[in-house]
């Protein structure tokens, strides 16, 4: 899973409404706020993510193997690393 953080000032906004004090003050605390957000990931406004679906026949637990195209259970590698119980 990776996670992405971003920061994205509402500038665009700001500007529609047309309003100069908070434009002025949003230019002003830029930076600050910037700076912030590179040290403090988790304080940006924009998040996303992307869980990425792993290649099976190459990212697979070693005790499981491809038979035809569905996984099943690596016998050789079980029995090798475990011992069969009486009872």
């Avoid at 700001?14 to 100069?20: D, E």
């Avoid at 099976?56 to 016998?75: Q, T, V, Y």
């Amino acid at each position: 899973i990776f996670w992405f953080h971003e920061f994205e000032p509402p500038f665009v906004v700001l500007r529609a409404r047309k309003t100069i004090r908070g434009l002025l003050l949003l230019y002003g605390a830029y930076p600050i706020l910037w700076l912030i957000t590179r040290i403090f990931k988790s304080q940006c406004n924009l998040f996303g993510f992307a869980i990425l679906k792993p290649d099976l026949s190459r990212d697979m637990f070693p005790w499981l193997i491809f038979e035809g195209d569905k996984p099943a259970i690596n016998k050789e590698w079980v029995e090798k690393h475990f011992n069969r119980s009486e009872g």
